[in-house]
């Protein structure tokens, strides 16, 4: 009786061994993805600080498309002027 009663402990003693591995291993898993994201999104966030330096650079920009648009409504005076509409 006291060999059943034993196997018993031994087989809940095994099979929580495992189960702690289980646990283990997943955790294991989990922070190693965590450290591959981290290493991701400091490259991600140095990437958009080169997109943000990159057009900011564009500030004439919006002097560039005013001088167009001026343009435009001067060459559109010109033909309707040419046409006579």
Known sequence: MLAVSSAGWLVGIAI????IAVAAVILIVIVALATRIARQAATAEQAVEVVR?????????????DSGVRILH????????AVGK
Do not use: C, D, M, Y
């Not at 900011?56 to 002097?63: F, H, I, P, Q």
């Open 16 to 19: 929580s061994s495992l189960v």
């Open 53 to 65: 330096r990159q057009t900011t650079e564009l500030g004439g920009a919006a002097r560039i498309n």
């Open 74 to 81: 001067a060459a559109r005076s010109l033909r309707k002027v």
